[in-house]
């Protein structure tokens, strides 16, 4: 199989403080690693791409130095919410492709963020 | 971002009942996924389709890559409670590399009365 793992599951954090979220990929290798974000009932919006061992590929209108991604192993993808609001509040989902499968993508189980 | 027209937006049915659901998109894509996604988790992947055409089949679903590549069909015979869930479409259009990135639908959201 392919499982893609996330931690915490869930954060409530006050506001002002920044959250590191973990994506790791536990029995694959993954060459990119993708960061989305879902407001309650909405789609899953695309944030960044990132390449292991290479800056991340932001969205257009995502702020790069408040979500802050770090890519440094095939298994292990962070990102850092930098001063977080009550407006960043929401459901951070990750995905991993591996190098032999780069047609699937497999999605983590979410980190649900509460800023208060 | 741009979003895939995915419809309908919910869906209630009773079990057993077949359901469709569509997405189309103006513009071409090279592959179409769809996902299921319980609350509080991240998709799962049900079907994947690579050719135009292609109609390919997973258990009680049926998905259907359209012949113009700008629409795409799901299908669920036969349902039952546990099809209980929102699904998406994702269209993919880069041909190559590991750099894949989804565009999604807005979602259909199925609710299965027993």
């Known amino acids: 199989g392919a499982v893609v793992s996330q931690h915490p599951s869930r954060v409530i954090c006050k506001s002002g403080t920044s959250v590191k979220i973990e994506c790791r990929s536990l029995d694959f290798q993954a060459t990119t690693m993708f960061w989305y974000r879902q407001f309650p009932k909405q789609s899953l919006m695309l944030m960044a791409t990132s390449n292991e061992g290479s800056k991340a590929t932001y969205e257009q209108g995502v702020e790069k130095d408040k979500f802050l991604i770090n890519h440094a192993s095939l298994t292990l993808s962070t990102l850092t919410v930098t001063s977080a609001h009550p407006e960043d509040s929401s459901f951070y989902i990750c995905?991993?492709?591996?190098?032999?499968?780069?047609?699937?993508?497999?999605f983590g189980p979410g980190t649900r963020l509460t800023v208060l | 971002g741009q979003q895939l027209n995915q419809n309908p937006q919910s869906m209630f049915i009773q079990e057993g009942e077949d359901v469709s659901m569509n997405c189309t998109s103006s513009?071409?894509?090279?592959?179409w996924l769809w996902y299921k996604q319980d609350p509080g988790e991240g998709p799962v992947l049900l079907i994947a389709l690579y050719k135009a055409g292609e109609l390919t089949s997973n258990g009680r679903l049926t998905a259907q890559f359209g012949i113009t590549r700008k629409d795409s069909f799901l299908n669920i015979s036969a349902s039952i409670p546990s099809d209980v869930g929102i699904y998406f479409c994702a269209g993919r259009r880069d041909s190559g590399g590991s750099n894949y990135k989804l565009t999604f639908g807005k979602g259909t959201l199925l609710t299965v009365n027993p």
């Open positions: 995905s991993a492709s591996r190098w032999d499968l780069t047609d699937t993508q497999y």
């Open positions: 513009s071409i894509f090279n592959t």
